[in-house]
């Protein structure tokens, strides 16, 4: 049941009290809507990047986790490993094993084994992505 209060925005449109749709100015994404209301909008990323579909509740575990690689020993210091991509594979599988044990966490940084897993594979999409920049022995 429509409140008959009609808001009249900018560029065309209305709000409605009851949070009805009457056009896409309304949609709380839209970069007219954010604006009116005194907030950014998102940054615009093309439609098929994919950021929306990743969960980012999970992204705060895996940057815990580089936050605690980076006080231990130094920020990008996964990069100067030799022999990097065997390395991260093999701690990957480590804490992977860990976690289809049961054991959920790190006993050294109390964090999730599966974040401490998904940082080292980030690793390994890095790799994979700059081939020229792993040390050999």
Same mark, same amino acid.
């Given at each position: 049941?429509?409140? &008959? =209060?009609?808001? #009249?925005?900018?560029?065309? &449109?209305?709000?409605?009290? /009851?949070?009805?749709?009457?056009?896409?100015?309304?949609?709380?994404?839209? #970069?007219?809507?954010?604006?009116?209301?005194?907030?950014?909008?998102? =940054?615009?990323?093309?439609?098929? $990047?994919?950021? #929306?579909?990743?969960?980012?509740?999970? =992204?705060?575990?895996?940057? *815990? =986790?580089?936050?605690?690689?980076?006080?231990?020993?130094? *920020?990008?210091?996964?990069?100067?490993?030799? @022999?990097? *991509?065997?390395?991260?594979?093999?701690?990957?599988? @480590?804490?992977?094993?860990?976690?289809?044990?049961?054991?959920?966490?790190?006993?050294?940084? &109390?964090?999730?084994?599966?974040?401490?897993?998904?940082? *080292?594979?980030?690793?390994?999409?890095? $790799?994979?992505?700059? #081939?020229?920049?792993?040390? /050999?022995?």
């Amino acid at each position: 049941m429509e409140c &008959g =209060v009609r808001i #009249p925005i900018e560029g065309g &449109g209305h709000l409605t009290c /009851d949070g009805s749709r009457d056009s896409a100015i309304h949609d709380e994404q839209s #970069p007219i809507f954010l604006h009116r209301f005194g907030m950014r909008p998102p =940054v615009q990323f093309p439609a098929d $990047f994919g950021w #929306p579909l990743i969960p980012f509740g999970t =992204v705060g575990q895996v940057a *815990r =986790v580089l936050v605690f690689g980076a006080k231990k020993y130094r *920020r990008d210091g996964w990069k100067y490993i030799p @022999n990097a *991509r065997e390395h991260h594979f093999n701690s990957a599988m @480590n804490h992977l094993t860990a976690w289809a044990e049961g054991e959920r966490f790190d006993n050294e940084s &109390g964090l999730p084994h599966l974040a401490h897993a998904a940082a *080292r594979v980030l690793f390994l999409i890095w $790799f994979e992505m700059n #081939p020229t920049k792993e040390i /050999d022995k």
